[in-house]
């Protein structure tokens, strides 16, 4: 007997869904806006059963409302059964998409300590150790986040679109930046996952997110470029919850 889920994950930037049959992410969609008439295709279209909801932000109240009345649903919360030990002081504050994230991780490298990197509007940082505890993290800018922020705080420096820098050495005032933000960004990643590696032993790296490809090439640390991880914690998280 088939299974089929959603798993619904409103970001900073993007509402991204991902349909899952058999623990298999078969299809993503990333959508700006998710409208109910939209919803309720995707559902018909893929014959859901139930599904997961994680929001960052306030705007998905009423798909939240609209898609209980239809299937099962979780909203993830603080209070939701996890398949990890979740040891942050801050729960209530504690950003869903960081969550999914942890359990990811786990179930990629269970009863290892585990770094995930999930590069998206900010580059986030959450480990589990060996015991499946999650211990918390990191949260630093993302690239569009710093490109913007020179910017904003500078007189003379423009705004640019993310993109891979020409070479190390910028020769023009475009490239002088996207050099800075992107190898800078690089030896930041590279420099936290030397921190980990030197306090927990054997520990794995996960990377992810929508820039993820843009730091890969630069990294000198081995790592498991895995996509969408954030969806794919959530998946787990709903098979744990379903009943």
């Known amino acids: 007997m088939k299974t089929n889920c ?17 623990d298999e992410l078969i299809e993503v969609l990333e959508l700006k806006d998710l409208s109910t008439i939209r919803l309720k295709k995707i559902i018909s279209k893929n014959k859901i059963q139930s599904a ?13 409302d609209k898609i209980k009345k239809i299937i099962p649903t979780i909203l993830l919360s603080e209070k939701t059964s996890l398949p990890i030990i979740n ?26 300590n585990v770094l995930i990197i999930n590069c998206g509007s900010c580059i986030i940082y ?32 423009p705004k640019i679109k993310k993109a891979v820098p020409e070479k190390f050495i910028g020769n023009t005032t475009q ?3 996207l050099s800075g933000v992107v190898f800078g960004a690089s030896k930041e990643i590279d420099g ?14 996960v990377i992810s997110g929508g820039d993820a490809l843009m730091f890969v090439p630069h990294l000198k640390n081995k790592i498991f470029a895995v996509p969408q ?6 998946y787990q998280i709903l098979k744990l919850n379903a009943h």
Request: proline fraction near 2%; avoid cysteine.
């Open 192 to 205: 936290m996952i030397d921190e980990y590696q030197k306090q927990f032993s054997g520990v794995k790296v």
């Open 87 to 112: 040891l942050y002081q801050e729960k209530k504050k504690l950003g869903k998409d960081r969550l999914a994230n942890a359990v990811a991780g786990n179930k990629m490298f269970p009863k290892k």
């Open 126 to 157: 959450d480990f589990v150790n060996e015991k499946g505890e999650y211990l918390g993290g990191s949260i630093s800018p993302g690239l569009k986040m710093r490109l913007n922020a020179l910017h904003t705080f500078t007189s003379k420096l």
């Open 52 to 64: 997961i909801v994680s929001s960052v932000t306030k705007i998905s109240k009423t798909i939240e």
């Open 6 to 22: 959603l798993a619904i994950d409103f970001g900073n930037t993007l509402i991204k869904i991902g349909v899952f049959v058999n």
């Open 175 to 177: 490239q002088s930046i």
């Open 229 to 234: 991880i954030v969806l794919r914690g959530l």
